[in-house]
C-alpha cells in the first residue's frame, strides 16, 4: 500500500511544500523541530486542510483540491499515535483497546488477542491507564489505533515523551510492528537512533520542504541530507548477516563488500543485523593501509566529494552495491588527491549496530537531533 502525499500550505512565516511517496514498512518523517512534519501528519490525517494537494492512500484520493475531493476524517480510517497516550482515564486498557473497534465493527475477539500478542500488554487488560507506566501507556495507545483496522498508521514522536528506559522497553514492540503488521506507517521523529532501527524508507524534511527522500540507506549516505542529518549522523546503513562468532569474543557480519568484525553481537549465526557508521567514524587511504590496530578495512571507490563546512569535505564511496559517506579535512582529501572513479580503501574506526532481526538484541543509541531552541525559524 502506497501513500503518495503533495501538499502546499502557508502558515504566516511559514510555507509547506512538500511532495513525497510513502513506502510500506515504516517510511520516516525525519527533520528539525519546525521543519513541517507534524503538519504533513496532520493533513494526511485530515485534521489540517492545505490551500491545494493531493495525497492518495494506495491510488485512492484521501484529498485532491483541484477535484473538491475531501474524505473526512472518521472515514480515512488512519490510526493516529501522539506523543502522549491520550487514553481514556475512565475505561480499563481493554476498554481503551475496544473502543475503536466500536466503530469499524471489526472481529473483536481476534483482533484482540493477535494485537495483545504483539504489543506485550495481556497483563495490563484490567488495569486502569492511571495505573500503567509511559511505555506501557503508549503500547496500549498503539494496539488501540492497530484495532481499529487502519489502512495506514500515523505516530507522530510516539517515544518522545518517554525517558531512556521506556523507549528500550518499547522499541523492540514497534520493531515487531513494523516487521509483522501489514499496516504501512508514517513515523515523526527527530531521533536518528529510532528512524535508523525502524525505517525502510527516510524523507529529510527542512524548512516546509523535502530535502531528500528514499530508501533510508540512500539518504544516510546521500552527502545533501548530511546537513540535516547532523555531522555524527550521515555515514551509512548497511544490511548484513551474522556470519560466526569467534573464540575471542568479537562477532563476523557479512555484508555484500565483504565482510566485518564486530564487538560481540548477541544473535545466532544466519540473524540479520542493520549496521551503522557514521562518516566521522570512516578514513580513507589509496593504498591498502598496513600496520592499522582497526579490524575493518574494505576496498571502495570515491564516488563524489562535496564540501562540508569550513576546511571538512564528505567524500561518498561506493563499497560494493553500498554507499558510505567519510568525513575528512579538505587537507586530506587534497592529500590523497581523492577524484571520482578512484579506488581506495575505507577503514571503519567503529560500526555500531542500528538494528537486529532478533528484537531482544541490544541497541547502541545513536545521536538524536536536537530540537533547535525556537519554532518557526526552520
Ligand atoms: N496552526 C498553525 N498556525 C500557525 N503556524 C503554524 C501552525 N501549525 C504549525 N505552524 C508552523 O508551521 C511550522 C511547522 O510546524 P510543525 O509542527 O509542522 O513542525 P515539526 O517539524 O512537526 O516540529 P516539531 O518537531 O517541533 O513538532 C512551524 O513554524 C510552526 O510554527
Not at 513515523?187 to 516546509?208: K, M, N, T
Not at 567524500?315 to 567519510?326: E, H, I, K, N
Request: aromatic letters at 4%; a neutral charge; charged letters at 20%.
Amino acid at each position: 500500500m502506497t501513500l503518495d502525499v503533495r501538499l502546499t500550505h502557508r502558515f504566516p512565516g511559514f510555507t509547506l511544500d512538500v511532495a513525497f511517496a510513502g513506502s510500506d514498512g515504516v517510511t520516516a518523517l525525519f527533520g528539525r523541530s519546525g521543519s513541517g512534519k507534524t503538519s504533513v501528519v496532520q493533513a494526511v490525517a485530515g485534521l489540517l486542510r492545505p490551500e491545494a494537494g493531493r495525497i492518495l492512500l494506495a491510488g485512492a484520493p484521501l484529498l485532491d483540491t483541484a477535484r473538491q475531493v475531501e474524505v473526512p476524517v472518521h472515514r480515512r480510517r488512519i490510526g493516529y499515535v501522539f506523543q502522549e497516550g491520550r487514553l481514556f482515564p475512565h475505561l480499563t486498557v481493554r476498554q481503551n483497546l475496544l473502543y475503536g473497534h466500536w466503530f469499524t465493527g471489526g472481529g473483536a475477539a481476534t483482533g484482540l488477542a493477535r494485537v495483545v500478542d504483539l504489543l506485550g500488554i495481556g497483563a495490563l487488560l484490567d488495569r486502569a491507564p492511571a495505573d500503567l507506566s509511559g511505555g506501557e501507556k503508549q503500547r496500549v495507545a498503539i494496539g488501540r489505533a492497530l484495532l481499529a483496522r487502519p489502512r495506514l498508521l500515523l505516530m507522530d514522536e510516539p517515544l518522545a515523551a518517554l525517558d531512556e528506559a521506556r523507549k528500550a522497553e518499547i522499541l523492540p514492540y514497534l520493531d515487531q510492528l513494523a516487521r509483522d503488521s501489514a499496516v504501512p506507517i508514517l513515523y515523526v521523529s527527530h531521533s536518528l537512533a529510532e528512524v535508523l532501527r525502524l525505517a525502510s524508507h527516510v524523507v529529510v524534511l527542512e524548512a516546509g520542504r523535502v530535502l531528500r527522500a528514499g530508501p533510508a540507506a540512500m539518504v544516510l549516505s546521500d552527502p545533501g541530507a548530511a546537513g540535516s542529518l547532523g555531522p555524527a549522523g550521515a555515514g551509512a546503513l548497511l544490511e548484513g548477516v551474522v556470519r560466526t562468532h569467534t573464540a575471542d569474543g568479537l562477532t563476523e557480519v557479512g555484508i555484500p563488500a565483504g565482510s566485518l568484525l564486530l564487538p560481540h553481537v548477541p544473535a545466532a549465526a544466519g540473524a540479520p543485523v542493520r549496521l551503522r557508521v557514521s562518516a566521522e567514524d570512516v578514513i580513507l587511504s589509496r593504498t591498502a593501509p598496513v600496520g592499522l590496530s582497526a579490524l575493518n578495512i574494505l576496498p571502495a571507490e570515491v564516488l563524489a566529494l562535496e564540501p562540508a563546512g569550513p576546511g571538512r569535505v564528505l567524500v561518498q564511496v561506493r563499497l560494493g552495491p553500498d554507499r558510505l559517506l567519510a568525513a575528512l579535512t579538505e587537507r586530506s582529501a587534497l592529500a590523497l588527491g581523492l577524484v571520482p572513479g578512484e579506488p581506495c580503501h575505507v577503514v571503519l574506526k567503529s560500526v555500531a549496530l542500528a538494528a537486529s532481526g532478533d528484537a531482544s538484541v541490544w541497541i547502541p543509541a545513536a545521536p538524536d537531533l536536537s530540537p533547535s531552541p525556537g519554532r518557526g525559524g526552520a
